[in-house]
């Protein structure tokens, strides 16, 4: 048994890497599937489709490294996370579908939330911000609108989970109903200084606490897949949301240490040791992993739309084929929008705005503007962004020397190189851009035994290509005035 599965389940795809205890990858298998919209703001997934791309990615990848399930020394999990689903504790089966984390249709109970004056309670207890991205208002919206639900909830019979204790649950066939101190942090129900969930929190949300997983380390016994799987009894070791585990694959183990992905959304996470660090720019405080019962912190900022506006230029504008076509773009045009901006904010605008409401805007176009200039303007707001959370890191205290960047985006070299421009910062991209299925297959092999410690596993990160910050100041400025005034037209 010398192999680690690391089942990464995302937004728009589930994906299994099959690594060896070194960390090569050996084998990988991925499916898309789509989301659907039933109103403005509403955003949702079939679980069982969920479910069924898991287990036929898992099974495809096992048959491409030529392995069985004998071969599997564990099972690690990453997931999307704030995704709510609640399931028949008998059955597995989902009474709604899952209401997906980039969903706003709880944006009103959100502001009844804080016009209560909640917000700093939940801040203190939680670390977060209120909004509809998190998985408290989601499942109270469950509780209050399908009449089932409250029901059965009452009467012991629902679980509630995000999609770690939703996978879970199946692969254990319904032996488990767990989650890990990451996934809790995300739900706005979860006390991070006491790692317990908060009674007043649910009460407020009028949540059984029953319907809640048990809460677990990020290396720990999550369970057993069944046999019925993957053709063996295998353990699942190690889990986390998919942000937390993008930090451990990219080494930032240490305090101070910064990561960027860029996958549906973008999610930038400042490693911050033991310490709860309190924003004062309305970035979240969140749980980076739990090891032996000792949390480890972050400080994160969240964009909602970064891969998923490129998704939105080639499958509703039809303006590319694929995502590889904007750096194409981009270079074609020098980089140039011609004062064009697009703000993508098409389920709100996460950190530091917190803009529920705001909705996306292409602006500053004229007659002479072309495809290319709209490509390069989607691209460029995914840096903008950024920057605007660097500099609120900055601002909080953080002490940036680099920024290590992964996900489906930063193969993009125009890219790479205009986030060094705009953010001021030395970007590093690893040999390894796929660093979330790589942690879930880090703490895997940690609660296997294979290493001693998270700084073990470190040393298997290494740098691809860095890339060094070369506009001029000026030029920096006029480019953020610009995208600081869309962003105001946009809320």
Avoid at 17 to 33: H, K, N, P, T, W
Avoid at 96 to 112: F, G, L, P, Y
Wanted: with cysteine.
């Amino acid at each position: 048994m010398s192999h680690i599965m690391a089942i990464d389940q995302g937004t728009s795809s589930s994906r299994v890497i099959i690594f060896d205890l070194q960390g090569r990858e050996i084998s990988v298998a991925q499916y898309e599937f789509d989301m659907s919209f039933p109103a403005d703001g509403w955003v949702e997934q079939d679980p069982e489709v969920i479910w069924q791309t898991t287990l036929r990615a898992g099974r495809d990848a096992l048959r491409k490294a030529g392995l069985e399930g004998v071969d599997i020394a564990a099972i690690g999990i990453t997931n999307q996370r704030e995704t709510t689903l609640v399931w028949d504790r008998q059955t597995g089966q989902c009474l709604h579908n899952a209401i997906v984390w980039q969903d706003r249709r709880t944006s009103q109970r959100c502001e009844n939330m804080r016009a209560d004056g909640m917000q700093p309670f939940v801040t203190r207890t939680t670390g977060l911000v209120i909004d509809p991205y998190f998985s408290g208002s989601k499942l109270s919206w469950l509780l209050n609108e399908v009449p089932e639900v409250a029901r059965r909830a009452v009467s012991g019979e629902l679980c509630f989970g995000t999609v770690d204790s939703y996978l879970i649950w199946r692969l254990s066939k319904g032996q488990k109903h767990v989650t890990d101190a990451s996934n809790a942090s995300r739900t706005m129900l979860f006390d991070i200084g006491s790692q317990s969930w908060n009674t007043e929190l649910c009460e407020y949300f009028a949540v059984p606490q029953h319907v809640l997983p048990e809460v677990l380390d990020s290396a720990a016994e999550f369970g057993i897949a069944d046999p019925e799987w993957f053709g063996a009894a295998i353990p699942i070791l190690g889990v986390a949301g998919d942000q937390q585990a993008a930090l451990i694959g990219q080494a930032c183990v240490q305090s101070g240490m910064a990561k960027s992905t860029y996958g549906t959304g973008c999610f930038a996470m400042l490693n911050t040791g033991d310490e709860q660090l309190v924003s004062t720019q309305q970035l979240l405080t969140t749980v980076a992993y739990r090891i032996d019962g000792q949390a480890t912190y972050a400080l994160e900022g969240s964009i909602f739309s970064a891969g998923i506006a490129v998704k939105w230029l080639r499958d509703q504008l039809g303006l590319v084929v694929d995502a590889k076509d904007t750096e194409l773009a981009a270079r074609r045009v020098a980089g140039d929008t011609g004062g064009v901006y697009l703000v993508p904010a098409f389920t709100g605008l996460g950190a530091p705005h917190w803009a529920a409401q705001a909705r996306a805007l292409l602006t500053g176009m004229t007659l002479d503007t072309g495809r290319d200039q709209i490509i390069t303007a989607t691209l460029a707001s995914v840096a903008y962004q950024s920057a605007e959370l660097v500099a609120a890191m900055r601002a909080d205290g953080a002490d940036l020397h680099n920024l290590r960047v992964d996900g489906g985006m930063v193969g993009n070299d125009w890219l790479c190189q205009f986030l060094a421009d705009v953010c001021n910062l030395p970007i590093e991209r690893p040999r390894y851009t796929e660093t979330t299925a790589l942690g879930a297959a880090v703490l895997a092999a940690l609660g296997a035994g294979e290493f001693a410690n998270l700084g073990a596993a470190a040393a298997m990160w290494g740098l691809e290509q860095d890339f060094l910050p070369i506009m001029s100041d000026d030029n920096r400025e006029r480019l953020m005035q610009g995208w600081h005034k869309a962003v105001q037209r946009a809320l």
